[in-house]
């Protein structure tokens, strides 16, 4: 089940290999038969009639062979879960393989409190969502051992409890409650020691992190290649020829459009642009030509948040820091982040 598209694929066989290959071959009335990919649960009244129709779908295709695990005590796990076999009808509790090991994210280790805090969350939805009344508390109790082992603080863990019970069960929402949920998002990369930045951002701003530089984001390149030319959304640098200053600028067009323009401020006199500037006040001859890409950014917002990290940590003869943040130290950050070539001559400047 290497392969993205392989559980699709094993749920389309298994779907033909139900409605029509199964009644060929049987007709053997199965009180319930639920299946998710490739388990199955079936109910049976009958032991010698399950018996009869599990040989027979083993026999009706030389790769689909099934296994049986039977109920012991009246419990059998399927999927996270147990059942359990009642009068009253079944019954379900959360199932751990014996080998579980109950190991997650440390609250030490370096992921943003969202993610940790998420992860917790994650684990109380599961029980308030799929364990019956009856196994439910012993479950909570679980997940909050569990957590007290690897360092979440008691308040924390009930904070996360209380907050997910109150998402999942919601009261009417308020006017106050729904402005909030407008707020305006920024997406920047997470780096360790961030923590405090909620602080001092706007109320009105939802801080998000996304994972920086990974294995994944450098080895895989999706839609295809572009020529260099054509990528669209970038942050770039024009060098001047006579110091050492540069120019940065973003675009969410392709570069090639971008120095067409910045070759029309400069025919036109446009004094509102940094280029012509610094070719009138200093006399110094910009290089437009040897404009270079530092990195290709799609999000509007990550992409102004590296600008201006850039800007901040070179040289430049920008005109003014155009931030959606402009925090000193944050943008350090940012720019540590970056891993490139350029930047590297950047940081020489
Ligand atoms: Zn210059």
Not at 111 to 135: D, I, P, Q
Not at 291 to 301: F, R
Request: a positive charge; aromatic letters at 10%; charged letters at 30%.
């Amino acid at each position: 089940m290497g392969s993205p598209i392989s559980p699709v694929l094993a749920c389309l066989f298994m779907e033909f290999f139900e409605k029509d290959l199964i009644p060929k071959v049987t007709q053997a009335r199965k009180y319930i038969m639920k299946r998710y990919v490739d388990d199955t649960v079936v109910v049976w009244n009958n032991e010698e009639d399950f018996n009869m129709f599990f040989s027979q779908i083993n026999n009706i295709h030389k790769n689909i062979k099934f296994t049986v695990e039977e109920e012991k005590n009246n419990r059998l796990p399927f999927l996270d879960l147990e059942l359990h076999r009642r009068e009253e009808g079944i019954l379900t509790s959360i199932y751990r393989k014996p080998m579980y090991t109950n190991i997650h994210t440390h609250f030490f280790s370096c992921h943003s409190m969202n993610v940790k805090k998420e992860t917790v969350a994650g684990f109380f939805r599961r029980a308030l969502l799929y364990c019956n009344e009856e196994f439910v508390s012993q479950e909570l109790e679980f997940i909050k051992q569990t957590f007290r082992n690897l360092g979440y603080p008691d308040n924390l863990i009930e904070d996360i409890y209380h907050k997910t019970k109150r998402k999942m069960y919601p009261k009417k929402v308020t006017k106050k409650e729904l402005k909030e949920e407008k707020k305006q998002r920024v997406i920047i990369p997470y780096m360790d020691g961030l923590g405090d930045l909620k602080e001092i951002i706007p109320k009105n701003v939802q801080l998000c992190y996304r994972s920086s530089n990974s294995l994944r984001t450098s080895l895989v390149k999706t839609g295809g290649i572009r020529k260099e030319n054509e990528v669209r959304g970038l942050v770039y640098g024009i060098p001047c020829a006579d110091c050492d200053k540069w120019y940065i600028g973003e675009t969410g067009n392709t570069l090639k459009k971008r120095i067409r323009d910045h070759r029309y401020a400069i025919k036109t006199g446009n004094e509102s642009n940094a280029i012509f500037k610094h070719i009138k006040e200093m006399g110094h001859l910009i290089e437009i030509g040897k404009a270079v890409k530092i990195k290709t950014v799609k999000n509007y917002g990550v992409r102004r948040t590296t600008e201006a990290a850039i800007i901040q940590n070179t040289d430049n003869i920008n005109i003014q820091v155009k931030t959606p943040l402009n925090i000193a130290f944050y943008n350090n950050l940012v720019f540590k982040t970056l891993n490139n070539e350029i930047v590297n001559k950047l940081k020489n400047c």
